[in-house]
C-alpha cells in the first residue's frame, strides 16, 4: 500500500512541477533571486570532490537557518574532519547561510522531491548522513537516502495540531517516511507525542528541547547597536521595532502609530519586512500614510521629522533590535504562524506579539504566561500595550530580565542532540 502512496504522490509532484516552475518565475520577478541557480532545484550541483566525508544540513529557510547556527558550531567543533554542506529552499535561506557560515559551510539549493532530482543531488554530495531541521518531511529524499545507507536526523523537529490532521490524511505514506529515520529529535514532549501519534518509531523518537533558545549573540553587540543609534538618530528618542512584517500588517502598525504618536510624538518607528520584494511596497506604503520615512539603504542620518524607518537591508536585525526599546515580532497579526521571539528576548527587550503565533506555540506562550511578552489583537491594543511599556521602563526592565532567565533555564538541545547523534548515527 505504501509503495502505491509513494508512486501517486511522485505521480502528483511530477505533474505539478510546470505549476511550481511557474511560481517560482513569479516569485523571480518580484524577487531576481529566484532565477539564479536554477539547474539545482533538479538536482544538479557540483560534484564535490572534499578530503572530507560530508554532512549534510538541510534548513528550508531563513529562519531555520538561524536555529541551526548552535548546532552547526557544535557540529564544527565535535567532528572537525567532516565538510558541512547547508541546503535551503529559498535565496533568503542562501544568503544568510553565506552571511553566517561563510566559506566554511557549502550552500546548495535542495532539489525538488522527485527521484531523479534527488537521486543526481545525493550523487554529487554522498553525505555520511543528513540533518533535516524542524518539519521538512519529504518523502522521495527520506526514501532514496535509506536506499544508500545514508542516516537521516530531524532536528528540532515540531509539528502543530493545525498540521496533523493534513498528515493524517496520508497517513500510511507519512508511517512509512517516519519510520525511515534514524532519529527525531523533538523540541518538546508534545512534538514527541504527535510524531508518535503519526507512527514514528518511539526508541527513535527523543525530546531534547529548542535549539533556538540555543542563541548566542556575540557580546559586542550591544556596544555596536550604541554606535549605530549615535550615528543614525537622536539617542533620547523612544524606539519600537516591528520585526518580520508580512503583508497587511504594516498597515495596523502604521495606524497603531497614530495613536501612539499622540502621547509619544517623537516615537521612531523601525519596520522590518519578513520578505525582500516587499520593501519597496512597505517604504511606499508609510509615505501614502503620511509618515515621513528613511530606507536603511540610504545611510542617512534619521532627523527628528523622521517617523519610520524601513530596514531593507538583510542580516541587521539583530542589531537594530539591540537599538529597540520594544520590539514587536510580526507574522502573528495574521494566521501566519508567528516568528521567533528569542531573537529579542536574549537582548532583553519587552516583547509584543499578535495572537497567531501557533508556528512557535510552546515558546510564546511560556513567555506571555511568565509576562516576558504581551500579546495584542488589533490596532488599539498594539497602541495601548506600548504607550504602556514607554510610560513604565522598569516594567520593560523586568520583562528583559524575565526574558534572559527564560533562555537561560531552557538551553542544552544542543549538546542533547549531538549526543544522540553520536549514539544512534556515527
Avoid at 1 to 25: G, Q, V
Avoid at 155 to 162: D, F, P, Y
Wanted: hydrophobic share 45%.
Amino acid at each position: 500500500m505504501s509503495l502505491i502512496l509513494i508512486f501517486f504522490y511522485t505521480l502528483l509532484f511530477t505533474l505539478a512541477l510546470p505549476i511550481i516552475l511557474l511560481r517560482l518565475i513569479w516569485q523571480g520577478l518580484r524577487s531576481p533571486a529566484y532565477f539564479k541557480r536554477l539547474h539545482e532545484r533538479f538536482g544538479y550541483v557540483p560534484v564535490l570532490n572534499f578530503d572530507k566525508s560530508v554532512i549534510w544540513i538541510h534548513a528550508v529557510s531563513v529562519g531555520e537557518v538561524e536555529a541551526s547556527r548552535p548546532l552547526i558550531k557544535l557540529l564544527q567543533n565535535e567532528f572537525p574532519k567532516y565538510q558541512l554542506i547547508m541546503t535551503t529552499m529559498t535565496p533568503t535561506g542562501s544568503e544568510r547561510v553565506k552571511l553566517l557560515f561563510s566559506d566554511v559551510v557549502r550552500h546548495s539549493y535542495l532539489p525538488y522531491d522527485v527521484p531523479f532530482a534527488i537521486k543526481r543531488f545525493i550523487a554529487a554530495i554522498h553525505p555520511q548522513f543528513g540533518v533535516i531541521m524542524e518539519t521538512e518531511i519529504w518523502p522521495n529524499l527520506i526514501s532514496i537516502c535509506t536506499k544508500n545507507d545514508i542516516k537521516i536526523i530531524l532536528a528540532n523537529a515540531r509539528i502543530s495540531e493545525r498540521s496533523i490532521k493534513g498528515y493524517q490524511c496520508i497517513s500510511t505514506l507519512t508511517h512509512r517516511t517516519l519510520q525511515s529515520l534514524t532519529l527525531i529529535a523533538a523540541q518538546s514532549e508534545q512534538d514527541r507525542q504527535y510524531f508518535l501519534q503519526l507512527g514514528a518509531d518511539s526508541k527513535k523518537v527523543h525530546t531534547i528541547g529548542n535549539l533556538k533558545y540555543e542563541i548566542d549573540w556575540p557580546s559586542s553587540i550591544m556596544k555596536i547597536s550604541k554606535q549605530v543609534v549615535s550615528a543614525m538618530w537622536d539617542i533620547s528618542r523612544p524606539v519600537l521595532i516591528a520585526a518580520s512584517t508580512h503583508e497587511g500588517e504594516e498597515k495596523i502598525i502604521l495606524n497603531a502609530l497614530f495613536l501612539i504618536r499622540i502621547k509619544y510624538p517623537d516615537l521612531l518607528l523601525i519596520i522590518a519586512p519578513r520578505n525582500p520584494e516587499r520593501f519597496d511596497r512597505v517604504a511606499a506604503l508609510s509615505k501614502r500614510m503620511g509618515f515621513k520615512m528613511l530606507r536603511r539603504s540610504e545611510h542617512q542620518y534619521c532627523m527628528n521629522d523622521i517617523n519610520v524607518l524601513v530596514v531593507d537591508s538583510m542580516g541587521e536585525l539583530p542589531l537594530f533590535y539591540a537599538t529597540s526599546d520594544i520590539a514587536f515580532v510580526g507574522g502573528s497579526l495574521f494566521p501566519h504562524g508567528g516568528h521567533n521571539l528569542l531573537e529579542p528576548a536574549a537582548l532583553g527587550r519587552a516583547i509584543i506579539t499578535g495572537p497567531y503565533y501557533f508556528n512557535f506555540n510552546e515558546i510564546t506562550r511560556q513567555f506571555i504566561q511568565a509576562e516576558a511578552a504581551v500579546e495584542v489583537i488589533d490596532i488599539h491594543g498594539l497602541a495601548t500595550t506600548v504607550i504602556d511599556l514607554l510610560h513604565n521602563p522598569s516594567k520593560r526592565a523586568a520583562m528583559g530580565r524575565t526574558s534572559l532567565r527564560l533562555i537561560v533555564n531552557s538551553q542544552g538541545a544542543g549538546i542533547r542532540l549531538i549526543n544522540l547523534i553520536k549514539l544512534h548515527v556515527l
